[in-house]
Nanobody, 122 residues
Framework: QVRLVESGGGSVQSGGSLKLSCTAS????????LGWARQAPGKERELVAL???????TYADSMKGRFTVSRDNAKSTLYLQMDSLKPEDTAMYYC????????????????RGQGTQVTVSS
């Protein structure tokens, strides 16, 4: 059974940094596409970053240059380093794993965990 637990959220001021973690269990981690999505109050869930089984990362345009996604297969852990945070980054952040090594088919509907809250104040 796939189990993912997000952590690392919190409250920071604009311009600050946070590092989110997503610890996984119950599946062959190295073969999966992994990713982060977020949902702000009153808004639709949106993809933030994906990283495929080869370690290639892709980002939503508004996160490029500020966010860095990485994975540690030995620890079955996914990370999201978030720098230069803005108030508009305030949201619940979710991670997901999909048996889709190239990340061709993962969608926001795959992000169904508890999430970790990130709040950025101006």
């Amino acid at each position: 059974q796939v189990r993912l637990v997000e952590s690392g959220g919190g409250s920071v001021q604009s311009g600050g940094s946070l590092k989110l973690s997503c610890t996984a269990s119950g599946f062959t981690y190295a073969s999966y596409c992994l990713g982060w999505a977020r949902q702000a109050p009153g808004k639709e869930r949106e993809l933030v970053a994906l990283i495929n089984a080869d370690g290639t990362a892709t980002y939503a345009d508004s996160m490029k240059g500020r966010f860095t996604v990485s994975r540690d297969n030995a620890k079955s852990t996914l990370y999201l380093q978030m720098d230069s945070l803005k108030p508009e980054d305030t949201a619940m952040y979710y991670c997901a794993a999909s048996f889709d090594p190239s990340c061709s088919h993962i969608t926001v509907n795959d992000f169904r965990g508890q999430g970790t809250q990130v709040t950025v104040s101006s």
